[in-house]
C-alpha cells in the first residue's frame, strides 16, 4: 500500500514559467514533509520541508505547500529553470523535524524546456 | 568534508553470491539508512540504525543484513544474491540535533545475473 503518492510520473514545463509538483498521502500520522530533487547518478538531496503545523514554507523559488485536510502537498518551482530538470521525491516522517524513517513517493520526472 | 561516501559505486553478481555495501559518513550523525531505489517505486527503507550499537528492519529487510560497526560506518550485507535484489542502493544519515533532513550517498547500482 503505497502511502504516499505522486501520481504524476512526469511533467514538461518551459522555462520561466511555473512547475508544480503533487503528492498525496494517506497516513494522518504524518507530521512533517520534504522534498528531494535527484540527479541521475546522484544520490537525492534535500530542497525544502514543512511541518504539519504550517500550511506554507519558501525558500527562494521553491514553495511547499501543505493542505491537511485533504492529505496534500505541492512543490511550485517559480521561474523554472533548465537545471530544474529532474526527479522529484516527496517524503514524510511522523516525526516533526526528525526527518526518521522517511517513507518516499515514487517520483516525478520534471523537465524544463528552453 | 565528503558528507556521505558509498563502495562501490558498480557491482554485478551472479545468483548466491554475496557482497557487502560499505557507507560512511564524516558529519557525526547519530542515525544512518540503507534505501533501494526501484524503477516506478520510489525509495524504500531496507534498514536503519537510530544510534551507534542499534539497528532495525524498515520496509524491504529481507535477504539483508546490516552492521553499524561504529557511529561513522553503516554497511549492508547480501548473503546470497538474487535477480530481485538488481536496485540502485542509497546510504544515508542524519541526527535531529543538527539537521531536519537525511543526507544521502551517491548510491551503489548492483546487478544481479
Known amino acids: 500500500d503505497q502511502q504516499v503518492k505522486q501520481n504524476s510520473p512526469s511533467l514538461s514545463v518551459q522555462e520561466g514559467r511555473i512547475s508544480i509538483l503533487n503528492c498525496d498521502y494517506t497516513?494522518?500520522?504524518?507530521?512533517?514533509f520534504l522534498w528531494y530533487k535527484k540527479y541521475p547518478a546522484e544520490g537525492p538531496t534535500f530542497l525544502i520541508s514543512?511541518?504539519?503545523?504550517?500550511d506554507k514554507n519558501e525558500d527562494g523559488r521553491f514553495t511547499v505547500f501543505l493542505n491537511k485536510s485533504a492529505k496534500h502537498l505541492s512543490l511550485h518551482i517559480v521561474p523554472s529553470q533548465p537545471g530544474d530538470s529532474a526527479v522529484y521525491f516527496c517524503?514524510?516522517?511522523?516525526?516533526?523535524?526528525?526527518?526518521?524513517?522517511?517513507?518516499f513517493g515514487t517520483g516525478t520526472r520534471l523537465q524544463v524546456t528552453l | 568534508n565528503a558528507g556521505v561516501t558509498q563502495t562501490p559505486k558498480f557491482q554485478v553478481l551472479k545468483t548466491g553470491q554475496s557482497m557487502t555495501l560499505q557507507c560512511a559518513q564524516d558529519?557525526?550523525?547519530?542515525?544512518m539508512y540503507w534505501y533501494r531505489q526501484d524503477p516506478g517505486m520510489g525509495l524504500r527503507l531496507i534498514y536503519y540504525?537510530?544510534?551507534?550499537?542499534?539497528?532495525d528492519k524498515g520496509e524491504v529487510p529481507n535477504g539483508y543484513n546490516v552492521s553499524r560497526l561504529n557511529k561513522r560506518e553503516f554497511s549492508l550485507r547480501l548473503e546470497s544474491a538474487a535477480p530481485s535484489q538488481t536496485s540502485v542502493y542509497f546510504c544515508?544519515?542524519?541526527?535531529?540535533?543538527?539537521?531536519?533532513?537525511?543526507?544521502f550517498g551517491p548510491g551503489t547500482r548492483l546487478t544481479v545475473l
Open positions: 544515508a544519515s542524519s541526527d535531529f540535533s543538527v539537521t531536519d533532513t537525511q543526507y
Open positions: 497516513n494522518s500520522m504524518f507530521d512533517y
Open positions: 514543512i511541518s504539519s503545523i504550517k
Open positions: 517524503a514524510a516522517s511522523p516525526d516533526t523535524g526528525t526527518a526518521s524513517k522517511l517513507t
Open positions: 558529519m557525526n550523525h547519530n542515525s
Open positions: 540504525s537510530a544510534s551507534e550499537g542499534t539497528t
